[in-house]
């Protein structure tokens, strides 16, 4: 038997999967939801520079929280895409105003993840 994490609708679901030939057994498979990811964090006020995903994936990291400065170039939210971690970068130099995902989110190709203001 396997064990996988699979999502349905947007809600993640542990399951178990017997292998092809593997010797079947009474007890049932059970599935149970998980945790959703914690809420984004977000300082409030949205700025004027939007930050979205390229691709679609997965967040796995935030690199930067609301009120840092970063440079051009400094990442702001890592996405697992394609089992490789891509970093989202900033623009131009500025503060980011909020973050708009949480780390284990979903994302589509042009989600908003975070909003920076322009020095």
């Known amino acids: 038997?396997?064990?996988?994490?699979?999502?349905?609708?947007?809600?993640?679901?542990?399951v178990t999967v017997e292998e092809k030939g593997a010797s079947t057994s009474s007890a049932p498979v059970a599935s149970a939801p998980v945790a959703a990811p914690a809420a984004?964090?977000?300082s409030g006020t949205a700025g004027s520079v939007?930050?979205?995903a390229g691709a679609a994936g997965k967040v796995f990291k935030i690199a930067a929280a609301a009120?840092?400065?970063?440079n051009?170039?400094?990442p702001v939210v890592v996405l697992e895409?394609?089992?490789?971690e891509t970093p989202v970068v900033?623009?131009?130099a500025g503060t980011v105003a909020s973050i708009e995902v949480a780390e284990g989110a979903s994302v589509e190709a042009g989600d908003l993840l975070a909003t920076m203001n322009e020095d």
């Open 81 to 84: 895409v394609m089992k490789m």
């Open 1 to 14: 038997m396997k064990n996988y994490t699979i999502t349905v609708n947007g809600k993640a679901y542990d």
């Open 67 to 70: 009120g840092t400065h970063v």
């Open 40 to 42: 984004p964090v977000s």
């Open 72 to 74: 051009a170039g400094d």
């Open 90 to 92: 900033a623009p131009k």
């Open 50 to 52: 939007k930050i979205e």
